[in-house]
């Protein structure tokens, strides 16, 4: 892949450590988890095997599949404490602010008490994240108190029924399962790297996922997804987004969904996404969501050469499957947790804190007047 120019600032292009988990923009299609190419794993694995593979450093045979998929299964109610939590938050919250409420307020009532707890917590909070996110929506949005447990043998499938209350279609199932895998993880992007800061200091599974969760909010890192459906859905045709595209441009306004840290030419999950958008979009009938999408994609290059990242035709490929904008981004959390826990699980293995220098240019050095002569 063509190198990406860097400046200083914002850390970027520089090393902050060292991972077995991830790269990101060097081989393959541009993104590897342990070894395996992205593309591959969204053609022909599961999000629980990339979970354990994340986790374990290896992928899990059948037993070792079925063994952990029975564990989550175990995993996914809520204790009843949290769904009261749950339901003081209002419906205007910000749905972000709720994951990060949900996961700080469970590591209260079952603490990581020790680090060889780490997988317990780390699962924990995997199998419970899709009944958090739809508890809270459902009671403050429809006034239902949802079962928090269901027979869907995977957690995409899971969260669909907690949302819709029906057994998703098996392409539903699938295109969740896809998207999980393409966020799972994704080196020392923002979020991730404010987990590992929190980890140096040897603090627990609860707090470094809490934190990431906060830094992925931004409308900068994973808030993207939605602002990118807000901003498409207000198009009336190629057309039209074309025309108002440009304005934005001229007014100097940032394209949610466009452009990267560190790729600089295409994020290599871009293509599987927007190519599940597009089956969806012929699946509903009406296509025009998919295709001002496109328009925009052509527009942004054409003028730009910004590309589509991950989050972008995540937008359209949600829409499609009837899920609610504001849940785009708590999704996202269900499947960086894996990422973000398996980084947690690195740092801990070879531990030292994370305390870098700063380049200092405030006042030269001064001495304090009385007050009196300020
Ligand atoms: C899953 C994820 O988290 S992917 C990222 C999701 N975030 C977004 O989609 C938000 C929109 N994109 C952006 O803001 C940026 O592209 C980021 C934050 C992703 C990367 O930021 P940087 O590394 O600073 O970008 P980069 O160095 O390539 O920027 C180069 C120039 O392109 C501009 N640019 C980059 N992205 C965009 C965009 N989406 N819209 C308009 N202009 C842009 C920048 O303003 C910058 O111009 P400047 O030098 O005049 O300020
Ligand atoms: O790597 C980044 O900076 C942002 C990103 O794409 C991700 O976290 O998935």
Redesign the pocket.
């Known amino acids: 892949m063509t190198e990406k120019k860097l400046s200083g600032a ?1 850390l ?1 292009g520089q090393s902050a450590g060292e991972t077995a988990l991830c790269t990101v923009g060097k081989s393959g299609s541009g993104l590897t988890y342990c070894g395996y190419d992205v593309a591959d794993l969204a053609e022909n694995a599961t999000f629980e095997e990339v979970a354990y593979l994340l986790f374990n450093g290896e992928l899990p045979n059948a037993k070792a599949l079925a063994t952990y998929k029975a564990d989550l299964f175990a995993m996914r109610d809520l204790p009843q404490a949290l769904k009261e939590v749950l339901k003081l938050i209002p419906k205007e919250a910000h749905p972000m602010d709720v994951m990060r409420t949900g996961c700080s307020f469970l590591g209260n009532l079952e603490p990581e008490n020790d680090f060889s707890e780490q997988n317990n917590a780390a699962n924990r909070l995997l199998a419970a994240f899709p009944a958090i996110m739809c508890y809270w929506y459902k009671f403050s949005h429809e006034g239902l108190e949802i079962d928090c447990t269901s027979d869907e043998a995977s957690l995409g499938g899971h969260f669909l029924r907690l949302l819709s209350g029906k057994s998703p279609s098996a392409q539903h199932e699938r295109v969740m399962d896809v998207s999980l895998i393409l966020y799972a993880e994704h080196e020392f ?1 923002a979020s991730t790297f404010t987990a590992r800061v929190c980890a140096s200091t040897l603090s627990d599974m609860y707090s470094c996922v809490t934190g990431a969760i906060g830094t992925l909010r931004g ?4 808030g ?1 997804n939605e602002a990118a459906m807000d901003m498409i859905e207000k198009f009336k045709s190629p057309a039209d987004a074309k025309e108002q595209m440009a304005g934005m ?1 001229e007014r100097k306004e ?8 560190v790729y600089s030419t295409s994020d290599p999950r871009n293509v599987i996404i927007k190519a599940w958008s597009e089956k969806l979009a012929a699946e509903n009938g009406d296509t025009s969501l998919y295709d001002i999408s496109v328009a925009c994609e052509e527009f942004m290059w054409d003028s ?1 050469k ?1 590309f589509c ?3 972008f035709f995540h937008a359209s490929t949600y829409n499609y499957m009837g899920i609610p904008t504001k849940l785009f981004t708590p999704i996202f959390v269900c499947s960086r947790l894996t990422g973000w826990a398996a980084h947690v699980m690195e740092q801990r293995s070879n531990n030292r804190i994370i305390r870098p220098s700063a380049d200092y240019i405030g006042a030269e050095p001064r001495k304090v007047q009385p007050i009196a002569q300020r």
């Open positions: 914002g970027r992007n409308p900068l890192h994973g993207a441009l940032k394209i949610m969904g466009f452009g990267h840290a730009k910004l990242n991950a989050d």
